[in-house]
């Protein structure tokens, strides 16, 4: 935070760093239970076909991500946090309305690149709070961040659910009043985070999004490992993400206010574990083994996904899930502890391209998979997407166990 900033503007600022992450997650929530169904109507097609055109959005939004996340990162880094935050915040607003007018598909795929291009303001607000919080504190502070994820995260499904009782489109305009109350609020309290002296130089390098990914294995080779790990992590959560409500809807034939529960109910419960553990298990731990049994968790929570036979036991995966998410800060502030403090822009442009390489993946993999497992017209066979996913994790936790964090966290 800049020095002539006053103590009242600070707090503001930060509440509102706070606000927009728990928005931002919130109007993505509030869309999940909805959207396979919008999809449905507007396509008039049956399971099989519908998970494919959802694959197909998700692709769409990850490449929007590919290409725009490095850049938001390196022009926060040249010229602040603020203009990139309040612009999401304002083009997301624009989006959701496009989404709740969308008269037939097209229409919703363009609202759905536009998200994707306008979804930028979680990796500057990261970059926010690495600018404002001591090394040795991030892993803490992302902790918080992510806690304020799980607070939209579990907020955001629940009022779809319930949005959808009154109309289908009535999530699409809730989460639009979201962005555009939360962007207008920024206008006033928001302060810059990064001073003049401290923004980094920008070149073409810094917005290619294969670039960014190479200037960070490049200039710190000993992070190799844990990219990979990123990488699977985001590879089989997105992948999950992908088929979870359809999957829900086909198997134990639950509507979307049930798959708004059990995402209330994965949100409540990652707010317990990210507001009170994440600190608590670093302290007692260290990070890396605290990240190895974070991912040990998320395996198996991932293997109940797959092996339930009712939407009950199908449920209990949650907390173990919620457990897991104990992997997101600690990794979170692996990297950001490792970088110059003018590299934080670029750190999370990079992690986000991490994210969204993953997720132009991950859409059409999981949904191609979940495809084919209905097609076998065996209820054993559904779960399949939820096993893979499940490898995925497994070979992160060998690559964890392998990788140094150094003599304090070992």
């Known amino acids: 935070m800049t020095g002539t900033t006053a103590p009242g503007a ?3 600022a930060t509440v509102f760093i706070f606000v927009t992450v728990i928005l931002d997650a919130m109007a993505l929530g509030l869309i999940v239970p909805v959207l396979p169904k919008l ?5 008039g097609h049956g399971v099989a076909a519908t998970a494919t055109t959802l694959g197909l959005f ?3 939004f990850a490449l929007m991500q590919v290409l725009i996340s490095p850049v938001q990162g390196a022009l926060s880094d040249r010229f602040g946090r603020r203009p990139i935050i309040l612009a999401s915040n304002l083009g997301l607003a624009v989006d959701y309305v496009i989404m709740a007018l969308a008269p037939n598909l097209a229409w919703l795929l363009v609202g759905r690149v536009l998200s994707g291009v306008a979804a930028g303001s979680a990796p500057a607000a990261y970059a926010y709070v690495a600018d404002v919080t001591a090394p040795d504190r991030r892993a803490q502070r992302f902790g918080l961040m ?3 994820q799980a607070i939209g995260a579990a907020l955001g499904p629940a009022l779809g659910g319930v949005l959808n009782d009154v109309d289908l489109r009535a999530p699409f305009w809730a989460a639009a009043a979201l962005s555009l109350t939360n962007g207008l609020f920024g206008l006033f309290v928001l302060r810059e985070s990064l001073p003049r002296e401290r923004r980094a130089r920008i070149d073409w390098s810094h917005l290619n999004p294969f670039g960014a990914l190479a200037w960070l294995i490049r200039a710190y080779p000993r992070l190799v490992g844990m990219i990979g790990v990123a990488f699977l992590l985001s590879l089989a959560s997105q992948g999950v993400n992908s088929v979870a409500a359809i999957y829900a809807i086909d198997r134990y ?3 979307p206010r049930d798959i708004g529960l059990l995402l209330t109910g994965y949100g409540v419960a990652g707010l317990a574990v990210q507001a009170t553990l994440v600190s608590i298990a670093e302290r007692i731990f260290g990070a890396r083994k605290a990240m190895i049994g974070a991912l040990a968790l998320t395996t198996a929570g991932l293997m109940v ?3 339930a036979d009712t939407g009950f036991l199908f449920s209990l995966a949650v907390p173990l899930l919620a457990l897991g998410a104990i992997s997101g800060p600690m990794m979170a502030g692996y990297f950001s502890g490792a970088l110059r403090e003018d590299e934080q822009g670029r750190l999370q442009g990079a992690w986000s391209s991490v994210n969204s390489l993953m997720g132009l993946a991950a859409p059409g993999m999981f949904t191609l998979i979940f495809a084919a497992s209905v097609s076998r017209g065996s209820p054993a066979s559904l779960g399949i997407a939820f096993v893979v996913a499940a490898m995925m994790i497994a070979v ?8 140094r964090w150094g003599a304090s966290s070992d």
């Open 39 to 43: 999809i449905g109507v507007l396509g």
């Open 305 to 307: 996904f797959a092996l």
């Open 146 to 148: 992510f806690a304020a």
């Open 58 to 60: 998700g692709t769409v």
């Open 396 to 403: 992160a936790v060998g690559i964890t166990c392998f990788t």
């Open 253 to 255: 034939r639950w509507t």
């Open 10 to 12: 600070r707090r503001g």
